[in-house]
């Protein structure tokens, strides 16, 4: 079983191509933190990187895992350049819970988060070519059950960005929000956001729409993972970071992804 955690996509389409070379499935991580999965020989986990570290979703979803002791564990990290203590804090938590990491390493995708510093990530779509060969070579280790580690060492820039005072003056740097008179409510972002983040609530500026039913736009809560997945994939470019527009031509997802997989599985 390869568990993810995607926000545009990328750690999906890494997920699946894994999955699918191994000849097992792919699942969130959301529904595996509720999900029995000791009984399965393969785990892998596919997840990005946030300011050096894994999505604090991730390091409570892991926590949850049930994984037995014995299955052949592997970490993946899809991210725009470096996986600081990505791996790392994971490996840790694994370890007290008697679960060892066999193998990790990382591949190098376009950097959603990008759009936060007027930059297009659509722009750095070569590293699709650029490393093809290193998910290749990742496949074929973990085919082989090798023993690995890549970029799985403790460092001091993830250490820094997760101390709480460095913590709160980066963060606000990539925190979305919705720009109302942009937002018509179509409740894409609320599909979408793997924290069920966003809601839908009455327009204040727009009471009534034009077919007499009332307006609504949506808002995002206090527990955002900064996945950007509702920055990316509103159809309006509603969603900003730092009161900056979001243009249409810097949106990104994987291309083998679609709106539709990353659509919240509801209960």
């Known amino acids: 079983m390869v568990l993810y955690f995607s926000g545009t996509g990328n750690c999906l389409a890494i997920a699946r191509r894994l999955a ?69 804090a994971v490996e840790r938590i694994l370890r007290r819970k008697g679960i060892k990491v066999a193998y990790c390493h990382k591949v190098r995708v376009p950097d959603c988060s990008a759009i936060g510093f007027g930059r297009n990530p659509n722009e750095q779509k ?48 990539l925190q979305p929000a919705v720009n109302p008179e942009k937002c018509i409510g179509c409740g894409t972002c609320v599909s979408v956001c793997p924290q069920a983040n966003i809601k839908l609530v009455a327009a204040c500026h727009e009471p009534v ?23 990316h994939f509103c159809p309006h470019q509603a969603v900003q970071i730092a009161s900056n527009t979001t243009l249409k031509a810097f949106q990104y997802h994987h291309p083998n992804v679609k709106l539709k997989d990353m659509i919240r599985r509801v209960e």
């Open 126 to 173: 070569w590293k699709f070519e650029k490393f093809a060969q290193r998910v290749e070579q990742i496949e074929y280790d973990i085919a082989m059950r090798r023993h690995i580690h890549h970029f799985g060492a403790w460092g001091v820039a993830g250490w820094l960005c997760a101390l709480p005072f460095v913590e709160r003056k980066t963060l606000p740097l």
């Open 20 to 88: 699918e070379h191994c000849g097992e499935q792919v699942m969130s991580l959301y529904d595996a933190a509720t999900t029995d999965l000791t009984q399965e020989k393969l785990i892998g986990l596919v997840y990005p990187t946030y300011y050096f570290n894994p999505p604090k979703p991730v390091l409570k979803l892991v926590e949850q895992l049930r994984i037995s002791p014995s299955a052949y564990v592997f970490i993946v990290i899809p991210c725009g350049a470096q996986t600081g203590n990505a791996i790392w």
């Open 209 to 231: 729409s034009s077919n007499g039913q009332t307006a609504h736009v949506a808002l995002i809560g206090n527990d955002c993972a900064q996945c950007l997945s509702c920055v």
